[in-house]
């Protein structure tokens, strides 16, 4: 993130400025960010997208964070000896392979994403699907057979 000491102070008003009407439009909502890709890798962008939650927080706006992380299950797979399977850009998961894909989600990135907003200045607390029943989920027609999308959903 660029040093703020070193933006000169009619910078940082005319930044302000275009700034102030999303901040009014979006004050007291809720912004779902999908954190994901190169931010979660490269430690500048951790911090920079870290210090930007955060800032989203103080000027009014809940922000809720959503988050990726198929290059880490992909190494943990990797490293028991398995390997993903994808049909049409989508993971196919057995039993096994879904207490890895719970366990880097939720006790490795999620845990990192906290201490991350954490240590910028934030609040931040972690929760999975799994957490008080927030999401369900059930297998579908193509994914048990793994040939085809079904042209309408299965019931």
């Known amino acids: 993130m660029t040093d703020p000491l070193s933006i000169a102070p009619r910078d940082k008003a005319e930044i302000l400025a275009q700034a102030l009407p999303y901040i009014r439009k979006f004050h007291g909502k809720t912004m779902v960010i999908k954190y994901g890709g ?3 890798t490269d430690p ?3 911090q920079d997208f870290a210090e930007d939650v955060v800032l989203l927080k103080l ?3 809940n922000p ?3 988050h990726g992380g198929g290059p880490q299950i992909e190494t943990a797979l990797k490293r028991l000896g ?3 399977h994808f049909i049409q850009g989508m993971r196919v998961t057995d039993a ?3 207490e890895v894909v719970e366990w880097v989600l939720a006790g490795e990135v999620q845990q990192d994403i906290v201490g991350l907003i954490n ?3 934030g609040k931040a607390v972690g929760l999975t699907g799994r957490d008080g029943g927030l999401t369900r989920a059930s297998s579908t027609t193509w994914a048990r057979s793994a040939t085809s999308w079904p042209s309408t959903p299965a019931s």
């Open 38 to 40: 190169n931010a979660m």
């Open 44 to 46: 500048e962008l951790q």
């Open 59 to 61: 000027v009014g706006i």
């Open 64 to 66: 809720v964070v959503v």
């Open 82 to 84: 398995k390997q993903g």
């Open 96 to 98: 096994e392979t879904m």
């Open 119 to 121: 240590q910028a200045g």
